[in-house]
């Protein structure tokens, strides 16, 4: 996966939320294609089983996969997604996990707009071949 656009933003003075925002469909498009990878199953089925990988308990789970492995700058901006204030929280998660997922996803979507995608497929792999998520 590379940036789809060339378009250059100043990442480091994008909001966290902001990087989450890019950062959730990210991880949502790698979840769907190992889904489609995986089998051709109707579509149905294939929502459910990612809504399953999709959620914040998943994704805070998915955080305790690769947080050991992440540099310094890695680790500053999930903690930055992580700490943000928010308005509302998923009512069917912890507020904790909704904040480990949220820096998640803050996290991938500063690497996406940093065009470290290998770095992207290498911490999916880690969490898709933990048996923790």
């Not at 003075?13 to 950062?23: D, K, R, Y």
């Not at 492995?69 to 943000?84: A, H, P, W």
């Amino acid at each position: 996966m590379s940036n789809l656009l060339d378009i250059n933003s100043d990442i480091h003075s994008l909001s966290p939320l902001t990087l989450a925002f890019v950062g959730d469909s990210v991880y949502d498009l790698l979840v769907r294609q190992h889904l489609v990878s995986l089998a051709n199953r109707p579509v149905k089925e294939l929502n459910s089983m990612k809504v399953t990988l999709v959620n914040c308990k998943s994704q805070a789970d998915a955080v305790k996969v690769i947080i050991d492995t992440l540099s310094e700058d890695e680790i500053d901006v999930y903690k930055r997604g992580r700490n943000v204030k928010v308005n509302s929280a998923s009512k069917h998660s912890s507020i904790a996990d909704y904040h480990a997922a949220t820096g998640l996803e803050a996290l991938f979507g500063y690497l996406y707009l940093s065009g470290k995608t290998d770095r992207i497929k290498e911490l999916f792999m880690l969490i898709l071949n933990s048996s923790e998520v």
